[in-house]
């Protein structure tokens, strides 16, 4: 099968993560061959791609909509030849829809990787007009796959039978081995971390991820934990703001707003607990980073966390907006015998696997397709 992604920009987040890790993990068996075309934007991952097997296309859109760019993308559909188009996230999912069917192309794919009421309007309503042109529909999560379902019954009768949820997957043996062989000294020297407890935030820098509840707990948490440090990792425009409260809330030296961490494991490895504020998130694969590192997590309850992490068990939830409910879990996490690590270890290696995420996805091609699955396949939720 001669498969194509279609996806924003390849920048080292999320969506493009998995996409990458599902050209890692597909058996050669399979016979897929993968296309990664992106529209704009950061092309970080594009050698990680090709060294992976994967074609990638640059359309190179210098805005949204760019009318050439969409002119290329046009004649590129009518020009290749691909069994199935399988676009991510909504503005690749419109276009790609559009110009997938006016190529020709009988299999189309969307994974929504967020919840419709995170998307601007305008965007939340082409993506919901260019919906029917979907074979199937994929949510990373039950959450996810309820409230655009829910939004399909309100607005578009029928719909929901083109739904199904895939979850995200990582491999955690793989993953937790690069982590226990990272080298950390570099990190400590030059972050100038003490031997006290580090506390890790992986993640963009906007407001969806709410680092600025994460610094306003850590106050909080250093009154009962002295010697306490926050690593928060990531990249985007609120970089300058979150370095800002830092300052404001005395927190220098103890809370580190580190920019990118590429390679991200030794962050992993020299860290106690993991914590994610998000007000959203749809599902959450540095959770499954944070399990595969042993790590205990603590994470707000919204959208499709629940669903990776289990309270009481791998780690602790709280609501959104709360510093002190938030700083009060990390204590708990950093001081309890409860084994979250280890039990977060065998729920990622087991309910989360990265390759029942790919047969799964390749299952479904070949459904579409008309190809008779194996056996051995694993079934979608």
Same mark, same amino acid.
Not at 357 to 373: K, N, V
């Given at each position: 099968?001669?498969? #194509?992604?279609?996806?924003?920009?390849?920048?080292?987040?999320?969506?493009?993560?998995?996409?990458?890790?599902?050209?890692?993990?597909?058996?050669?068996? %399979?016979?897929?061959?993968? /296309?990664? #075309? =992106?529209?704009?934007?950061?092309?970080?991952?594009?050698?990680?791609?090709?060294?992976?097997? %994967?074609? &990638?296309?640059?359309?190179?859109?210098?805005?949204?909509?760019?009318? +050439?760019?969409?002119?290329?993308?046009?004649? =590129?559909?009518?020009?290749? $030849?691909?069994?199935?188009?399988?676009?991510?996230?909504?503005?690749?999912?419109?276009?790609? +829809?559009?110009?997938?069917?006016?190529?020709?192309?009988?299999? &189309?794919?969307?994974?929504?990787?967020?919840?419709?009421?995170?998307?601007?309007?305008?965007?939340?309503?082409?993506?919901?007009?260019?919906?029917?042109?979907?074979?199937? /529909?994929?949510?990373?999560? !039950?959450?996810?796959?309820?409230?655009?379902?829910?939004?399909?019954?309100?607005?578009?009768?029928?719909?929901?039978?083109?739904? #199904?949820?895939?979850?995200?997957?990582?491999?955690? %043996?793989?993953?937790?081995?690069? &982590? +226990?062989?990272?080298?950390?000294?570099?990190?400590?020297?030059?972050?100038?971390?003490?031997?006290?407890?580090?506390?890790?935030?992986?993640?963009?820098?906007?407001?969806? !991820?709410?680092?600025?509840?994460?610094?306003?707990?850590?106050?909080?948490?250093?009154? /009962?934990?002295?010697?306490?440090?926050?690593?928060?990792?990531?990249?985007?425009?609120?970089?300058?703001?979150?370095?800002?409260?830092?300052? !404001?809330?005395?927190?220098?030296?103890?809370?580190?707003?580190?920019?990118?961490?590429?390679?991200?494991?030794?962050?992993?490895?020299?860290?106690?607990?993991?914590?994610?504020?998000?007000?959203? $998130?749809? =599902?959450?694969?540095?959770?499954?980073?944070?399990?595969?590192?042993?790590?205990?997590?603590?994470?707000?309850?919204?959208?499709?966390?629940?669903?990776?992490?289990?309270?009481?068990?791998?780690?602790?939830?709280?609501?959104?907006?709360?510093? !002190?409910?938030?700083?009060?879990?990390?204590?708990?996490?950093?001081? /309890?015998?409860?084994?979250?690590?280890?039990?977060?270890?065998?729920?990622?290696?087991?309910? =989360?696997?990265?390759?029942?995420?790919?047969?799964?996805?390749?299952?479904?091609?070949?459904?579409? #397709?008309?190809?008779?699955?194996?056996?051995?396949? &694993?079934?979608?939720?």
């Amino acid at each position: 099968m001669n498969v #194509c992604f279609l996806i924003n920009q390849l920048a080292p987040g999320g969506a493009p993560t998995l996409l990458l890790d599902i050209v890692r993990h597909t058996d050669s068996a %399979a016979d897929v061959e993968y /296309t990664v #075309c =992106f529209i704009e934007g950061d092309d970080t991952l594009v050698p990680a791609f090709e060294t992976a097997g %994967a074609r &990638v296309v640059d359309f190179g859109a210098e805005f949204k909509f760019d009318p +050439r760019a969409l002119a290329r993308m046009a004649r =590129f559909f009518r020009r290749e $030849e691909f069994d199935v188009l399988h676009a991510h996230l909504p503005y690749s999912q419109t276009v790609g +829809r559009v110009l997938g069917r006016l190529g020709g192309l009988d299999a &189309v794919v969307s994974t929504q990787h967020s919840a419709p009421n995170n998307y601007h309007p305008v965007t939340r309503f082409l993506e919901r007009l260019t919906r029917p042109l979907d074979s199937r /529909t994929v949510a990373v999560s !039950k959450a996810v796959e309820r409230l655009f379902t829910g939004a399909a019954r309100a607005y578009e009768p029928g719909q929901t039978r083109q739904w #199904c949820t895939i979850y995200n997957g990582l491999d955690t %043996a793989a993953f937790g081995a690069t &982590v +226990r062989a990272a080298e950390t000294d570099p990190l400590r020297r030059k972050w100038d971390l003490g031997d006290g407890p580090i506390l890790l935030n992986v993640g963009r820098y906007f407001a969806g !991820k709410s680092q600025h509840t994460l610094i306003e707990a850590m106050p909080h948490v250093v009154d /009962t934990v002295p010697d306490a440090q926050l690593l928060i990792v990531g990249w985007g425009e609120l970089e300058d703001d979150l370095r800002d409260a830092v300052r !404001k809330h005395g927190l220098d030296g103890t809370v580190h707003v580190t920019g990118r961490g590429s390679p991200i494991h030794p962050y992993y490895r020299l860290s106690d607990a993991f914590v994610l504020s998000s007000v959203r $998130e749809s =599902f959450g694969i540095v959770l499954l980073e944070a399990m595969a590192a042993k790590l205990p997590v603590v994470a707000t309850d919204v959208q499709g966390i629940p669903e990776v992490v289990d309270h009481g068990r791998t780690g602790l939830l709280v609501p959104p907006n709360d510093p !002190k409910r938030l700083a009060e879990a990390v204590v708990e996490a950093l001081r /309890t015998d409860e084994p979250f690590g280890e039990n977060g270890y065998e729920r990622a290696a087991t309910e =989360f696997d990265i390759r029942t995420t790919t047969t799964s996805y390749i299952e479904l091609y070949r459904e579409l #397709c008309g190809i008779t699955p194996e056996p051995s396949e &694993v079934r979608r939720d």
